[in-house]
Every structure is written in structure tokens, then in C-alpha cells.
């Protein structure tokens, strides 16, 4: 039988590896060679000429091949060359920018390199990065629009951050690339690296031509970024060899795109005749009407009639039941309907056959609609499957159980897991779990599905039990092993069997849950179906038992794996955090190896060696020990040392010698050597400073005396209270001579007034308690009978073998004198300063008499509300005077709005407001010991950001203004107002109890409560 399929020219086949080779070399390599050479050439002339045809070839190609994907995607369905068609061609996009906006094109008031150079380098990115994401797309699907929205909100984002110079910058002008812009191509060679490899790894997927085109493609992609990052300037070789690259790349992408949309398609459409005389199925394609059009091979075997027989006539008659009517007949109905997708199981009586007709769309090219009918004989089939629904719940549960193990992680998971399969199968009215954590009896009740509440006492009784039937079943249970047993009146003596028979149930089964051969739990089964236990069903639940114990293993072996491993992990930091917080200079050595394992940071501080300077024994003892005889004897004695350590098992000291540290300095040094197995912890003591503290102090004591006989400083020594040594430069403070101070009491000095006796006596205690100095100053009387204010700093020395005190003077009158003076200043500073705040405040009452005094007494109780949290005294005392001027604002609000006796409106409100911010700015250009300007300004700020004028939050409020809101809220509540009469203290503090914590600070609030409430404290008035 011919077919009526017309034939589908094909072009011939080059036959032969040369005839293929001919074919590759001049499809492949030919065009883009002769156009890089067209553009070399165009070079010769001028840089820009060639720039402009190389970018003009490149962004050419690209759009060639978007178009040409875009049309045939319908075609093709090839998501992944979509994909890649549509990045090249919103690249070349950019690329288009790059080329008009190229130095020499004077499109841009600059003509500088780098706009165009951050284009390129935003295209290749673009392009590196969409490409590296792409053989997502050779399995998934991609929705043309959304990919066109993203990449076109990426290009259009790179271009307004070039357009508006946030882009980092890629070239200088006179210098050259940018490091940025050298790194940026090298991560796009990295990324277009990582992209080849995917392919490499995902070419299973790919027609071996399309991979070789795109990978040859980023292999010229990689080269030409590589020649992109040499070049200083634009007109450079380098930038030559880049662009011709480029073009190559593209050339690449655009044949294996073209290759996979029109060359491969229109190949497999020539095969398309053949293909269906190949479907073993009869296959139709009929009119909406049923009247056949076209069948193939099968469907003139089926019904034994040659393709003209079948051509106009109904499919019904000869592929349907022909002892039904066509009006009646489900296939011709729904075709008729103009139902295009569907499948309807035809059954035919005689002879008694049962047919699928699978009904697909079919358009012709005139837009006339058809339906193509494929009809399958799935008779057996149904027979098959009808045995098969028998079997398929019992399988199911098996499934269903593996899918579990596979998705639970603990034990407890499981059980639920499989319990919840069980119930859902509906198969046993009846069942539970009981497990063990010992593997011993009783096994307690897990989970349980269709005993009423007082019932599963008995059944926890009867699992406790080893004489009762439960009991007796779960001690004869074996690995694997499941024990099915018929429910009988017989065994009525037992209360958890009395309640099965009352329940109708028949038949039950036992199934054994092992861990590690143990037996760990059991699952009862309980079934009211005689015959259900069959030996299909057991050795279905054998094989569920079989899998839920061998998962229940995997899961103990791995809870002991990973505590072991925890438990090491564990071990293993402690040992490392002890190891490197470690005083002690420590190294950590494998004997058997000779490697350097580890150095702490103190070792590392000590002799400044790191583990890259000694990774092993010899470099250690080359660095180490600088004398070939010194590393000769110290190995001897590291080898005995190792040899007495594996013998005797207990460290091993090593004697005092000198190590050399890194900055070539030496350490006088001992070593304590513990080995464990091969590896050797080594601790080391230093000595050096103990040694030169040894010299020093010998050294010290010659000079001592004499360092003192010369101090400029005067200093004696006191002993038992008496002078026992004076340097020259004391003799000379005071006017007294050696003789005339020496063994006289160090209080014969001074004024015998108490209080200055006991400042001596107070310090003498101090040192005798140990403490190692004090300070303290003493009125002593000079020669001439003049007194003088000697400061003291003792401390208690070793003087010719006993304990004494040697005491530094310095004379102090003059400063003393000038002390004083400095604080009478400022004390005449601050009394000016608070009568300025006064007068102020004074200012500020005069404009709102309704509340005259209203900052004074905000100001007196921020003070005593400081004072009760504990500030000091100072600090307090400054809130009163803040308090004098903290409203200094309203010299801003009109006197209408300050004295109205009615309550404001909003926008009044909004001017007596601004009087926070008004006070700010009346006072932030004069210099005040505190920040009095953003105290005031912040006065009315509330601790959850609702308070003005900036919506300060919490520790964002300064701690004084805190302290004043809460000072201002109980004045302002509790004094009368022009416009309402004084709410009293009470009304006062419900305020500050009910918003504590959200409009004011807790602190406060507490500290003004028990200032009020505990302590009593009155309101000023």
C-alpha cells in the first residue's frame, strides 16, 4: 500500500569523513574568517571603522539568531535555544549602546573610553550570567515574556547605573583599565568556564553538534575576555584580537542555534511519513463527522480493507461498535461535539473485545479542523488489571511503608508514619504499636486505632502479662517471623480476648519490630475477615516487618554513630580550645612522622614561629637550635626522651638550655614532653624573663642608692615612723639637713591637728594592710617656719633587709594656691549661670502667667527624682536648673494660644508643640557643661517614638529629658491649667503606671513612685 503522505525533500547527505570535514571547514570557519578579515583590513584605515563592523557583524548575528529562535519556538519547543537566543540578543542590545557611544563617536558630551567600556563589561556580565543559569533550561520550561521582562529590567537597570555614573568605574583615560574591571573579566572567564563545564556534564541532553557549537562558542568567549584584560588602551592588539573573537563566539552560537531550530526540525519532519505506517496502533485521522481521511498501515490490517476502502468512510463502522447506533456511540458523540482531547473505552459484545480510543487534535493547513483516533485493543489488558486492583492494596502499605523509612529521620517518626498507613489502608479494623526501649518486657502502648478508651488498660495488661495470649505470642515471636492466629471463644478466660470476641473480630496477627536481631516492639493487627491473613498477605507483612526493622537498625546505628561522632567532635574542640588558650607555650608533634600537628597562640607569641615556618622535627630543630652540635646532642636526647616516655608512660622533663625565636633572640627555657600513641604534646616553660629579672635586680641594686641621691624628685625613707634616709633634693624642699631629719619622727613635721593625724595614720594602715601604694598629701613646716602642702606617694620597700617605706614628695603649695582660686571661679561661674536660668525662666512666666513656677518646680522634682535613682549629686542639682528653662520654647507660641482659657485646636496644638524644637534652637549655640539644648529639645519625646518633635525611641532619648517628661507629666497633671482645673497627684501617677515602660521610662517611673508613695514626698508649690 502507498502511502498518500506527500515525500519531504531532504538535502543529501555528504558521504564520507572528508566529504563532512569539506562541509564543516566551510560552513563552520569560512564566514567568520572572511568577515574578521573584512573588519582587519578595515583597521588598517581607521580603529573606530573596524570597532564599528566587528560590533555591527556581532549584534547582526545576534539578532539573527533571537529572530530566528523566536519564530520557530512554537515549532521547535526548544526552551534551551530560546533561552540562549534571547540573552545574545538583549547583549547585543548593550553592545549596540557600546558601539554608538565608542570613543571617537562624539554621541556623548565626553569622549572619554570608559562609558563605553562599563557598557561592554555590563553585556558580558549580563551575558556570562544568563549563560551560566542556562542548562537549567535544556530540562525546564521558560515563559518567553517573563524572560524578556527580567532581562529587560536587568539591561535597563545597567544602563541608567552607567547613564547616571553609579556604575563602578572600568577605564581611565591616560592610564588604562581599572584592577575592577581586569577582576570583573576574569570572574566572566570563570563564570563562562563553570558554564562549559555544565554543558560538559549535561551533554547527554544536547545533540552532539549543538554542543560543540555552543562549547566552541565559550571557548572563543573565554579567549576574547582573556584578550580584554591586556590591553591599556582602546585601540590596542589586544582589543583587535578580542573583537575578532567575539565574532567567532557568536558566529558558534548563531550555527548551533540555527542547527537546532531549522536544520534538526525540518530533518525529523522528513522522517514524519515513515513514522506513521511505524505505529503498530491503527491511527485515523477522521472529520468532525467521523468519515476517515487517512489511516496508516495497522488500521488496513485491523480491519482487512486496503487504505482506498477506509478513505471517506465512518470510522464507526469500522473501528466502533457496529451494533450501536452513531448517535449512540460515545466516540462519534464527543467527536461530533467538537471535543478535541480525550479517551473513551469502547466495548464491543460480539465478539467480545474491549477498545481505547485515544482522540487528539488535528489541524489541516486550509485551518480545516479533524481529530486524530488512535485504537488500541486493551482487552487482556483489562483482565490484567482487574487481578492487578486485587493486589494493589497490599501493596500499597508496603509502599506506603518505604516511602516512609525513606522520609523519617527518628524512631518516633517512623512509628507514626507507619501507624498512619496502616489506619489509612483501612484493612484492619483493629491495631497498635508497642515498643520497648530496653528490649525487655512490658512493652508500653505507642499508638493504638479502634479500642474504646477502657479498654486499652486491658490491652497494657495483657501486653505486661507472660501468661496471657498476647504475652505468650509476643515470647515466641522470631526475627522475620509474623504469628497469625484465629480469634476463639475458646480463650474467653482472658479479659482482653473476651473484648476482641465481643468486637467480632476473628483473625489477628502479631508482626515483630527488631533492632539489631532484638525484639523492640510489635505491631498487632486485628481483622473481623477469616481468610484475610493468606500467605500472599503474611509474606507482604513479613517483608513490612523485615523493612521497618531493618530501618529501625539503621536508625540506632546511626543515633550511636552520631553521639560517637558528636561525643568526638566534642572531645576534639575541647581538646583544641584548651590546646590554643593554653598559658603555656605548647607544641603538638607526630613522633612516627615527624610532622608538626599544631602550635597554640602562646607558642606562637613566645617565639614567634608559625606552623608554615616548622611543619615538621627538622625544621624545628634547624630553626630552633642554630649549632649543628647543639641539633646533634638535642636529637640524641629527643630520641631517648620518646624511647623513656613509651616505657615508663609518664612525661619526660627535659634540662634548662636556650632556644633561639624567630627575630633571633634566645630563650632560656625548660620542655615537658607527654606522648599519646605517636602523637607528642610538648609544653614549654620560659625562664628568660625569670633569668634577666635575676641579673636586673643585682644590677638594680648597686644603682639604687645612687639613682635616688641624684632624683630630682624628693624621697625619704620612713621606718617605725621615723625618717631613717633623705635624699638631697628633700633636705633642700623643706630646708632641714640630714642630720637635723634622720631617726626624728616623721610627725614632729607637721601640724598636730586630728584630722590631719589621722589622714597620716589612715595612710600608714593602708600600707601595712598591703596595700601596694598610697597617696596622700600633709601640711610640713619648712626651716624658715614657712608651711608647705607636700604630696606623698608611698609604698613599701625591702630597706637593708627590713620592711620600710620610701615616700616621693612633691611640693604642691603653689598648685594648691591655684586650686583654690580656679574653684572659687567656678563656683562664681555657676551662681551666675543659675541666675541667668532664673531670669530666664523668670522671662518665660512673665509670657504664661497661668503657669508661673511651672519650670521651677518641674526642675525641683527632676531633682529629687534623680537623686532617688541614685545619680549624683551634681548631676541632679543640674536638672533643676534645666528644669528653670525647659519650656524656654513657648517664647515662640503666641501669648493668645499660651493663656486661652478653652482647649486648643489641632493646629494650635501643633504651635505649642513646636515649642520643644523652638527651645532647641534658642540654646544649641551656647556652650553648657551638659547638652542642655538637646535635653530641652527632647523633653517631650516618649520611649515608644510617639512623642515630638523628632519620634525619638528608647536610649535614643537622652536619660536627663527622660527624668524631665516624667517631672513635667506629674507638675502639669497636678497644677491647674487655664483651661481646666489641677487633675491632683493621683490622676498624676495613674498616667505613669498605666503607660510605664511605653511613653515613659521604667527606671523613672519607679523612682518617682517610691519617691511619692513610699517616701511621701510633696510636690513643690
Given amino acids: 500500500m502507498q502511502s498518500n503522505t506527500p515525500p519531504i525533500h531532504m538535502h543529501p547527505k555528504l558521504t564520507g569523513a572528508s566529504g563532512w570535514l569539506r562541509r564543516w571547514a566551510v560552513g563552520s570557519w ?19 571603522l573596524f570597532h564599528a563592523m566587528a560590533e555591527l557583524v556581532s549584534i547582526v548575528i545576534a539578532f539573527t539568531a533571537l529572530i530566528v529562535a523566536t519564530n520557530s519556538r512554537g515549532f521547535t519547543k526548544n526552551h534551551f535555544v530560546y533561552y540562549v537566543a534571547t540573552v545574545i540578543g538583549w547583549c547585543a542590545g548593550l553592545d549596540l549602546l557600546h558601539a554608538l557611544v565608542f570613543q571617537g563617536m562624539h554621541l556623548l558630551p565626553t569622549n572619554s573610553a570608559n562609558p563605553p567600556t562599563e557598557l561592554w563589561i555590563a553585556a558580558r556580565f549580563l551575558q556570562a550570567a544568563a549563560l551560566l543559569v542556562s542548562p537549567l533550561f535544556l530540562k525546564h520550561v521558560i515563559r518567553a515574556v517573563h524572560l524578556h521582562v527580567v532581562l529587560g529590567l536587568i539591561t535597563a537597570c545597567l544602563v541608567w547605573l552607567i547613564a547616571t555614573d553609579h556604575f563602578p568605574t572600568m577605564y581611565v583615560d591616560g592610564q588604562g583599565l581599572t584592577p575592577l574591571k581586569i577582576y570583573t573579566e576574569y570572574v566572566i572567564i570563570l563564570m563562562l568556564s563553570a558554564t562549559l563545564f555544565f554543558y560538559w556534564r549535561m551533554r547527554a541532553v544536547m545533540s552532539p553538534r549543538l554542543f560543540n557549537y555552543i562549547g566552541a562558542a565559550l571557548v572563543a568567549m573565554i579567549f576574547s575576555e582573556f584578550a580584554f584584560t591586556q590591553y591599556v588602551s582602546v585601540i590596542a592588539t589586544a582589543n583587535l584580537v578580542g573583537h575578532v573573537l567575539k565574532i567567532f563566539a557568536y558566529w558558534f552560537i548563531y550555527l548551533g542555534l540555527v542547527y537546532s531550530t531549522l536544520t534538526r526540525p525540518f530533518s525529523m519532519l522528513s522522517r514524519v511519513s515513515s513514522t506513521f505506517d511505524s505505529i503498530p496502533d491503527p491511527t485515523l485521522v477522521v472529520t468532525l463527522e467521523g468519515a476517515v481521511l487517512q489511516a496508516n498501515q495497522a488500521a488496513c490490517t485491523w480491519v482487512n480493507t486496503p487504505l482506498e476502502g477506509l478513505i471517506e468512510h465512518a470510522s464507526h463502522n469500522l473501528f466502533h461498535d457496529p451494533s450501536v447506533a452513531v448517535q449512540s456511540c460515545p466516540v462519534c458523540v464527543r467527536i461530533a461535539s467538537g471535543e478535541a482531547l480525550f479517551t473513551e473505552v469502547v466495548r464491543i459484545q460480539q465478539p467480545e473485545r474491549i477498545l481505547e480510543c485515544n482522540i487528539a487534535p488535528y489541524q489541516i493547513d486550509n485551518g480545516f479542523q479533524a481529530r486524530v483516533e488512535v485504537v488500541r485493543d486493551i482487552t487482556e489488558r483489562d483482565r490484567a488489571s482487574k487481578k492487578i486492583q486485587d493486589l494493589t492494596y497490599l501493596y500499597e502499605m508496603l509502599s506506603a511503608t518505604n516511602r516512609a523509612i525513606v522520609r523519617c529521620n527518628t524512631r518516633g517518626e517512623l512509628l507514626a508514619a507507619l501507624f498512619d498507613t496502616m489506619v489509612k489502608g483501612n484493612a484492619f479494623p483493629m491495631l497498635f504499636i508497642a515498643m520497648t526501649d530496653t528490649g525487655a518486657q512490658p512493652l508500653r502502648i505507642i499508638h493504638a486505632h479502634g479500642f474504646s478508651i477502657e479498654h486499652l488498660s486491658d490491652l497494657a495488661t495483657s501486653l505486661a502479662s507472660t501468661q496471657s495470649v498476647l504475652g505468650r505470642l509476643i515470647q515466641n515471636l522470631e526475627a522475620g517471623k509474623i504469628i497469625s492466629l484465629p480469634v476463639t471463644e475458646k480463650e474467653s478466660d482472658d479479659p482482653w480476648v473476651d473484648y476482641l470476641y465481643e468486637e467480632k473480630i476473628t483473625n489477628r496477627a502479631v508482626v515483630p519490630l527488631m533492632v539489631d536481631n532484638r525484639l523492640m516492639g510489635v505491631m498487632g493487627l486485628y481483622t473481623r475477615d477469616i481468610k484475610l491473613f493468606d500467605a500472599q498477605q503474611l509474606l507482604l507483612l513479613e517483608q513490612m516487618s523485615s523493612d521497618v526493622s531493618f530501618a529501625l537498625s539503621s536508625m540506632h546505628a546511626s543515633e550511636r554513630t552520631e553521639q560517637a561522632e558528636q561525643s568526638a567532635k566534642l572531645s576534639e574542640h575541647r581538646f583544641s580550645e584548651i590546646f590554643d588558650a593554653s598559658p603555656s607555650p605548647l607544641q603538638l608533634m607526630n613522633v612516627k612522622t615527624g610532622k608538626m600537628l599544631g602550635l597554640n597562640r602562646a607558642f606562637q607569641l613566645w617565639l614567634g614561629y608559625t606552623l608554615n615556618d616548622i611543619p615538621n622535627e627538622q625544621a624545628w630543630f634547624e630553626l630552633a637550635y ?49 606522648l599519646v600513641g605517636d602523637e607528642a604534646i610538648i609544653a614549654w616553660t620560659d625562664l628568660s624573663d625569670i633569668r634577666a629579672k635575676e641579673r636586673e635586680l643585682i644590677a638594680s641594686e648597686k644603682h639604687f642608692r645612687n639613682m635616688i641621691e641624684q632624683s630630682v624628685a624628693g624621697i625619704y625613707v620612713r621606718r617605725n615612723g621615723r625618717f631613717v634616709y633623705v635624699n638631697p633634693r628633700y633636705c633642700e624642699i623643706t630646708g632641714w639637713s640630714p642630720h637635723e631629719l634622720l631617726d626624728h619622727s616623721v610627725l614632729d613635721f607637721t601640724t598636730s591637728d586630728p584630722d590631719n593625724i589621722q589622714n597620716i595614720q589612715n595612710a600608714w594602715a593602708d600600707l601595712e594592710a598591703e596595700s601596694p601604694s598610697v597617696t596622700y598629701s600633709v601640711p610640713v613646716k619648712h626651716k624658715s617656719g614657712q608651711w608647705l602642702e607636700l604630696e606623698l606617694h608611698a609604698k613599701a620597700i625591702d630597706w637593708d633587709g627590713q620592711i620600710a617605706h620610701i615616700v616621693l614628695v612633691d611640693d604642691i603649695t603653689e598648685r594648691k594656691r591655684q586650686e583654690e582660686k580656679i ?120 520611649m515608644d517614638g510617639s512623642g515630638y518633635p523628632k519620634g525619638l525611641k528608647g536610649d535614643q532619648i537622652l536619660a536627663e529629658a527622660r527624668v524631665l517628661a516624667v517631672a513635667d507629666v506629674l507638675e502639669s497633671m497636678s497644677s491647674h491649667r487655664p483651661y481646666r482645673a489641677a487633675l491632683g497627684i493621683d490622676a ?15 527606671e523613672v517611673v519607679d523612682a518617682a513612685i517610691r519617691l511619692i508613695e513610699t517616701k511621701n514626698y510633696k510636690l513643690p508649690t
Fill in 30 to 48: 569560512l564566514p567568520p574568517l572572511f568577515v574578521s578579515m573584512v573588519c582587519l583590513l578595515g583597521a588598517q584605515f581607521s580603529y573606530l
Fill in 823 to 942: 574653684a572659687q571661679y567656678v563656683r562664681q561661674l555657676e551662681g551666675s549661670m543659675e541666675s541667668t536660668l532664673r531670669a530666664i525662666s523668670s522671662m518665660v512666666d512673665m509670657r504664661d502667667p497661668y503657669t508661673a513656677g511651672h519650670e521651677r518646680r518641674v526642675g525641683l522634682i527632676a531633682s529629687e527624682i534623680a537623686h532617688e535613682m541614685g545619680w549624683a549629686t551634681e548631676r541632679s542639682k543640674s536638672l533643676e536648673l534645666i528644669g528653670l528653662v525647659h519650656d524656654i520654647g513657648k517664647i515662640a507660641v503666641p501669648i493668645e494660644i499660651l493663656t486661652k482659657p478653652t482647649r486648643l485646636t489641632p493646629l494650635e496644638m501643633q504651635l505649642v508643640q513646636g515649642h520643644a524644637q523652638a527651645g532647641y534652637d534658642i540654646l544649641k549655640n551656647v556652650s553648657f557643661p551638659l547638652p542642655i539644648a538637646d535635653i530641652i529639645g527632647q523633653h517631650h519625646e516618649r
Fill in 988 to 1002: 498624676a501617677m495613674d498616667e505613669l503606671k498605666k503607660n510605664r515602660s511605653t511613653l515613659y521610662d521604667s
Fill in 626 to 674: 642554630p649549632t649543628a652540635q647543639l641539633q646533634t646532642q638535642l636529637r640524641a636526647a629527643w630520641t631517648q626522651s620518646i624511647a623513656n616516655a613509651r616505657r615508663d608512660h609518664r612525661a619526660q622533663n627535659s634540662p634548662e638550655f636556650s632556644i633561639q625565636a624567630k627575630d633571633g633572640s634566645m630563650r632560656v627555657c625548660t620542655g615537658s614532653m607527654t
